[in-house]
């Protein structure tokens, strides 16, 4: 069992930057793929950053590449999302969720983070 808990969302102004951080609670963090995602009012959740249980691999949405960053300590048992030259549709609840490795669905979710973007 794992649970997530994310912090650092809040109100930033078109061009800023936020970090998000999601901590996790049990021994194998490790053991997991994290992953972030993100919601806007009215539409679906949507994929935006995985990291292995390494670190060693990364991967991003489209619409995020080049501006987001997903990081991992495994020591603190926290994954990270940086995220630099916001739009305002970047709006959304973020939630970081976990997977097993060598698994497809994500087993365990955080309660999410509002980030706002203004223009």
């Known amino acids: 069992q794992v649970q997530l808990v994310e912090s650092g969302g809040g109100l930033v102004q078109a061009g800023g930057s936020l970090r998000l951080s999601c901590a996790a609670s049990g021994r194998t963090f490790s053991s997991y793929e994290m992953g972030w995602f993100r919601q806007a009012p009215g539409k679906e959740r949507e994929f935006v950053a995985r990291?292995?249980?390494?670190?060693?691999?990364?991967y991003y949405a489209d619409s995020v590449k080049g501006r987001f960053t997903i990081s991992r300590d495994n020591a603190k048992n926290t994954v990270y999302l940086e995220m630099n030259s916001l739009k305002p549709e970047d709006t959304a609840v973020y939630y970081c969720?976990?997977?097993?490795?060598?698994?497809?669905?994500?087993?365990?979710w955080g309660q999410g983070t509002q980030v706002t973007v203004s223009s």
């Open positions: 969720a976990a997977r097993r490795r060598g698994t497809v669905q994500y087993d365990y």
């Open positions: 990291i292995s249980w390494s670190g060693g691999s990364t």
